[in-house]
């Protein structure tokens, strides 16, 4: 979460959706920046409007504006799995390593301990109503469109670095599965396909 009061910024950060490499570039230019831990750097829209937002309000701050990224949910899943099978946890109950796409899929969908932690795009940006409450939404695949409106908003052009990248894996998933997770993922598919 990296927040910009002068600019009436906020960015949160979800997960598997360039997080890392926004905040190298953004961070010097943010008066609040947390990305060490990854329950704050990653804290949530209704975190952030239940803790955050009411205390910048108290020090008279009530006019930020929030954005972050959302991936392709499917892709946003596969990057979970990709990222769960890196060589640090090998042998963890949460690696990937051995399993198929199909396999960890599977897992997450029902709600297995060993998928605990991945959470959902949907409810990363909804309010406590459940609804998609984030005011400015950009598709991970269009982050050109995400960095010329923070450029603006921060008035200086930014690089964003490719930081934080999961091992590389083949991208395989069967009809069946896609078909599982298309149907879960609809309220992810809503939000992301009305994104910038």
């Given at each position: 979460?990296?927040i910009?009061?002068?600019?009436k910024?906020?960015f949160?950060?979800?997960?598997?959706?360039?997080?890392?490499?926004?905040?190298?570039?953004?961070?010097?230019?943010?008066?609040i920046?947390?990305y060490g831990?990854?329950?704050?750097?990653?804290?949530?829209?209704?975190?952030?409007?239940?803790?955050?937002?009411?205390?910048?309000?108290s020090?008279g701050y009530?006019?930020?504006?929030t954005?972050?990224?959302i991936?392709?949910?499917?892709?946003w899943l596969?990057?979970?799995?990709?990222y769960?099978?890196?060589?640090?946890i090998a042998g963890?109950?949460q690696?990937t390593?051995?399993?198929?796409f199909?396999?960890?899929?599977?897992l997450?969908l029902?709600?297995?301990?060993?998928?605990k932690?991945?959470?959902r795009?949907s409810?990363f940006?909804?309010?406590?109503?459940?609804?998609p409450?984030i005011?400015?939404?950009?598709?991970?695949?269009?982050?050109?469109?995400?960095?010329?409106?923070i450029?603006?908003?921060?008035?200086?052009?930014l690089?964003f670095?490719?930081?934080?990248?999961?091992?590389t894996r083949?991208f395989?998933?069967?009809p069946?599965?896609?078909?599982?997770?298309t149907d879960?993922?609809?309220?992810?598919?809503?939000?992301?396909e009305?994104?910038r």
């Amino acid at each position: 979460m990296l927040i910009s009061i002068e600019k009436k910024i906020a960015f949160l950060a979800m997960t598997k959706a360039a997080s890392t490499s926004i905040e190298m570039a953004l961070a010097p230019h943010c008066d609040i920046a947390y990305y060490g831990n990854s329950r704050v750097k990653h804290i949530s829209y209704r975190r952030y409007s239940r803790f955050v937002a009411p205390y910048l309000a108290s020090l008279g701050y009530k006019d930020i504006e929030t954005t972050c990224l959302i991936r392709e949910p499917v892709d946003w899943l596969f990057s979970w799995y990709r990222y769960r099978s890196r060589p640090e946890i090998a042998g963890k109950p949460q690696c990937t390593e051995g399993l198929s796409f199909d396999e960890f899929a599977s897992l997450y969908l029902s709600g297995s301990p060993m998928t605990k932690g991945v959470g959902r795009p949907s409810k990363f940006v909804a309010d406590k109503d459940g609804t998609p409450s984030i005011t400015h939404i950009f598709k991970y695949e269009n982050i050109p469109a995400f960095q010329k409106f923070i450029e603006g908003r921060i008035g200086e052009a930014l690089h964003f670095d490719r930081l934080n990248e999961s091992p590389t894996r083949d991208f395989a998933v069967s009809p069946e599965t896609r078909s599982r997770l298309t149907d879960f993922f609809a309220p992810e598919y809503e939000i992301y396909e009305s994104a910038r």
